[in-house]
């Protein structure tokens, strides 16, 4: 018997996820900002056939406090923007998925949409928007249009969270009217007529939120995908938890730290009001892979001062170890992974070249990519315009 | 001993969104596809070019209230096309156009800086402003801007850009892993800007790009528009004009930068230019006429008319003889276009022409439209260019072909190896960044103890 094969994705940022990484030896902690470093990683990761890549960003500087740079010089501190980044590295790939962050709290969303339009046209339709929200004062100081406390993680400010997730649905709906508010035949280059597009086939998308409008129609045509893939990681903590995933992404990302957990939440989400193809659920693990996986982890926790945490399940173990637990949460009802290599290069070298060939020999993974776009490797037909008249199909 | 031959700038605008580029021809291929956009740069590329150039429309244009639908019409985010262009390409600048009125200056220093990482020191800005509601409706503030605001707007947008780049002492980054330092936490410097269209506090996540600042265009003819290139800019986009209105111009704007402390070497002037090439001067010309019927089909002559005389003209024949009606002084049917000043003249002189040389209205429009800077052999067009530079009526040019992807292939393959041949323009890169291209220095980055401090303003501020 077949069994239905995993999803896997990586998730890029500095040097790994474990905050001493930059210092192992491998690694040449002058070249994170380069683009030659970067076209490593995500050209590693397409060599494992992995569905796509997320790379994370935000509008503030790393800090080990809620809110605020915290002044350390041991760490890795700066990010470039992610959505350029993606677009840097798409004409060296050819078929991973290509996922950057991207906020919703202080970005224009007319901005975003056709940036992550431009990003499916140049990847050929392997792009995606990991989309987040911007709770901290810090960010909001660094535009001086709005007011927000200091956010304090023990007692999250429900009413804040519950606006700004507004504002992110409201976003991705637009970044979604103004995707489809080009058909697919728009443009018809007709001679006779003079007429390069046809005007009837370019729709104005008149988005009215609380926090802003658009007009439309976008500058930019159709991305190849219609419709690029949408990405949320959630904790679960808003009012209703996993309300935004449910409503505006295709890819939810979890944190369950057991199987018992991950049966829960899926539960949680498949009760959830859902439109169109089925939500598809990701659990978050950060990965120390190896025989000597928890000896290199407790050696960076030294190097760092502290043991590390992280808000997802941290394992650490070999990768036939990880292949099994992947397998045992597919049972809960997960059926794909974004893993957040602890130490890059080590932990992404253990997942292309340890972990997936653990996965196909329990054919639980692709032998080779199977499509040409992020949509077709998810398995998610290519939709088309809200806007196209029903009597024409 | 005669003074040192000037050399000669060269730019390349991606054809795209403009009512020069011909879209019926069948050569002419996609203005969305990456492929277009990767032709275009590496034939620039391939002839030594300085920069790269993307122009930016962030509504699609209208006429009578409908999308303007003769032009091309469609383009991408042109900081990401970019981006993906650094990767194809190892010496081009990057020059995008970005508005200065729909963005914020932390998010937009933040891409720019982002850009020149990963080009390795190639990108530039070409600011732009805009105020009007129209193009606000599809963003968070919509019209807010008031008209007379655009360049106090922009010149804050840069001066805090500037800081927000310099905010990274250059050596921040220590990196030392045996002794655990990745980073020296006191040379992040905390940029506090608090004046008239911004307020903003914090540090920078980009750490200093290698041109210290990406290079700054400006588009822009007006008084305003030239003084704050003078105060602001490293290169200007001007418009083409005769070879003494270039030079007059070329005086008024280098004579202005004294007055901010700086050297006329330190602000390039590239008039946008136009060109059709032939085997003969009048093989070019014939071929020149041509592209100019390509590019004003019969649909767009009465569109063009209709800009002018403000009101319907779709019921004349565009191969017959302009008809006998008045401007309508007052309404604009147009959205998205450069309004014109004074409808009533500029019509009396449209029919001043078709009378005196017995035009049609579509041989009218071609006649007093967007007519090819440079026409001629390659030979021909080459002394041209330099008649200009020689001349000190420009630094060179930024160049729009009217084809899509194919439209400089020709100008790169026998007009560069002519100017070449003159030693007016470089046989290689002489450096890896833009900056080093165009002859401009490296910004010196701000000393430790300005870390900290507010954005300081300008002695003299733009032309306000």
């Known amino acids: ?393 | 001993m005669s003074a040192p031959r000037r050399q000669v700038h060269l730019a390349a605008h991606f054809p795209g969104v403009n009512n020069t580029t011909v879209w019926a021809d069948p050569r002419s291929g996609s203005q969305i596809d990456f492929t277009s956009f990767v032709h275009l740069a590496r034939t620039a590329e391939r002839g030594r070019f300085d920069f790269f150039f993307l122009a930016e429309g962030l509504r699609l244009r209208e006429l009578k209230g409908r999308i303007h639908d003769l032009d091309v019409v469609g383009r991408p985010e042109s900081l990401t096309v970019l981006s993906a262009l650094a990767a194809v390409t190892d010496r081009l600048g990057l020059a995008a156009t970005v508005n200065a009125t729909f963005n914020e200056p932390y998010e937009l220093a933040r891409r720019l800086a982002t850009l020149d990482h990963l080009s390795e020191g190639r990108a530039a800005w070409n600011v732009v402003t805009t105020s009007d509601a129209f193009t606000g409706e599809n963003f968070r503030r919509g019209g807010f801007l008031d008209r007379a605001d655009r360049y106090t707007r922009a010149a804050e947008f840069v001066r805090l850009s500037r800081a927000l780049w310099d905010s990274w002492r250059p050596d921040a980054i220590v990196a030392d892993q045996a002794a655990g330092v990745f980073v020296r936490p006191q040379d992040i410097g905390t940029v506090r800007h608090d004046d008239r269209h911004f307020t903003v506090e914090g540090r920078s996540t980009v750490p200093r790009s290698p041109q210290g600042h990406p290079v700054i265009i400006q588009a822009g003819d007006s008084d305003e528009g030239r003084e704050f290139a003078a105060s602001s800019a490293d290169v200007i986009f001007s418009r083409h004009g005769t070879l003494e209105e270039g030079k007059a111009f070329y005086a008024d704007v280098k004579r202005r930068l004294a007055r901010y402390g700086r050297e006329p070497h330190e602000l390039k002037i590239m008039p946008a230019a136009t060109f059709a090439l032939g085997g003969t001067d009048a093989e070019a010309a014939e071929k020149a006429a041509e592209i100019r019927r390509q590019q004003v089909g019969p649909q767009t002559a009465i569109a063009f008319l209709e800009q002018i005389w403000g009101r319907d003209m779709s019921a004349y024949d565009p191969e017959g003889p302009l008809p006998d009606v008045d401007p309508e002084p007052e309404e604009g049917l147009s959205q998205g276009r450069v309004r014109l000043a004074d409808r009533t003249a500029v019509a009396a002189k449209w029919r001043a022409v078709a009378e005196e040389k017995n035009l049609t209205i579509r041989e009218l429009v071609i006649e007093m439209t967007g007519r090819q800077s440079f026409v001629g052999s390659a030979a021909t067009v080459a002394r041209r260019i330099e008649e200009f530079v020689q001349g000190e009526a420009a630094d060179g040019f930024i160049l729009v072909p009217h084809l899509t992807p194919g439209g400089l292939d020709d100008f790169v393959e026998e007009v560069v190896p002519i100017l070449q041949e003159r030693g007016v323009f470089r046989t290689e890169y002489a450096g890896p960044t833009l900056r080093d291209h165009l002859g401009l220095a490296v910004p010196r980055p701000a000393l430790r103890d300005h870390l900290g401090l507010a954005v300081p303003r300008p002695a003299r501020e733009g032309a306000s």
Not at chain 1, 288 to 316: H, I, M, N, P, Q
């Open chain 1, 1 to 393: 018997m077949t069994t239905v094969p995993l999803h896997l994705a990586v998730a890029l940022d500095g040097a790994g996820w474990h905050p001493a990484a930059w210092r192992d030896p491998a690694v040449d902690p002058r070249e994170l900002f380069t683009a030659r470093r970067w076209a490593g990683l995500v050209t590693e990761a397409e060599r494992g056939l992995l569905d796509f890549v997320t790379i994370e960003d935000a509008l503030s500087l790393q800090s080990t406090l809620p809110d605020g740079p915290d002044e350390r010089a041991g760490q890795v501190r700066g990010r470039l923007d992610a959505v350029l980044l993606a677009a840097r590295l798409a004409p060296l790939t050819k078929r991973i998925g290509l996922v950057p962050t991207a906020t919703t709290t202080h970005t224009e969303p007319f901005h975003v949409a056709i940036g992550i339009a431009t990003l499916d046209h140049v990847s050929a339709g392997r792009a995606g928007w990991r989309v987040q929200v911007s709770p901290r004062r810090t960010e909001a100081a660094h535009f001086g249009r709005r007011e927000v406390p200091p956010l304090d993680p023990r007692r999250l400010d429900t009413d804040l969270l519950a606006d700004l997730f507004g504002e992110a649905a409201d976003a991705v709906e637009v970044a979604r009217r103004l995707w489809d508010s080009w058909e697919d035949d728009a443009e018809i280059r007709d001679v006779p007529t003079g007429r390069f597009v046809d005007r009837d086939k370019l729709h104005y998308i008149d988005f009215t939120g609380a926090r802003f409008s658009v007009r439309g129609p976008s500058i930019t045509p159709r991305p190849p995908q219609g419709r690029p893939i949408v990405t949320v990681l959630d904790h679960g903590h808003s009012r209703v938890p996993y309300e935004l995933p449910a409503r505006s992404a295709d890819i939810v990302h979890v944190t369950p730290h057991s199987r018992a957990e991950a049966e829960a939440i899926t539960g949680r989400i498949r009760a959830l009001p859902r439109e169109g193809e089925p939500l598809k659920i990701f659990a978050d693990l950060v990965v120390f892979l190896g025989e000597d996986a928890a000896a290199r982890k407790a050696g960076l926790d030294e190097l760092d001062g502290a043991e590390f945490t992280s808000d997802a399940a941290v394992f650490t173990g070999t990768a036939e170890e990880l292949a099994d637990l992947l397998l045992d949460w597919r049972e809960a009802g997960i059926e794909g992974y974004r893993l957040r290599p602890g130490a890059v290069p080590h932990d992404l070298e253990a997942i292309t070249r340890r972990l997936v060939p653990a996965l196909r020999r329990r054919g639980a993974f692709r032998r080779e990519y199977e499509a040409a776009t992020l949509r077709g490797l998810l398995g998610l037909p290519r939709p088309d315009s809200r806007y196209r008249e029903a009597a024409t199909v």
